[in-house]
């Protein structure tokens, strides 16, 4: 069955970075687009970044645009989130989720599998 496992949250300084990991399995990984939500108390969940199948054309949150990136390494079948000068807005939890096509949209409606979250806190 599809399983996604998200690691890499923690504590982290303002302006620091953090990299999460999502590992998939149970499924054709290139087949599929990949996603990150995130989260944060009272608020709605939404996106920050995606990427196609097979590592194409990916997709930022316009205001994150410059400090996130995501990446995949299809041989491992996992995705990356690099945050860099993480603020105390970026505090959430973070999810991954898989798109249920190859092609990947902002709506989490078009997601059909999610990870477990990983909390992220940044301290001022």
């Known amino acids: 069955q599809v399983q996604l496992a998200e690691s890499g949250g923690g504590l982290v300084q303002a302006g620091g970075s953090l990299r999460l990991s999502c590992a998939a399995s149970?499924?054709?990984?290139?087949?599929?687009?990949m996603g990150w939500f995130r989260q944060a108390p009272g608020k709605e969940r939404e996106l920050v970044a995606s990427?196609?199948?097979?590592?194409?054309?990916?997709r930022y949150a316009d205001s994150l645009k410059g400090r996130f990136t995501i990446s995949i390494d299809n041989a491992k079948s996992t995705v990356y989130l690099q945050m860099n000068s993480l603020s105390p807005a970026d505090t959430a939890v973070y999810f991954c989720?898989?798109?249920?096509?190859?092609?990947?949209?902002?709506?989490?409606?078009?997601?059909?599998?999610w990870g477990q979250g990983t909390q992220v806190t940044v301290s001022s």
């Open positions: 990427i196609s199948g097979g590592g194409s054309l990916p």
């Open positions: 149970g499924y054709t990984f290139r087949s599929y687009g």
């Open positions: 989720a898989r798109s249920k096509y190859k092609d990947t949209g902002y709506a989490h409606e078009e997601y059909d599998f």
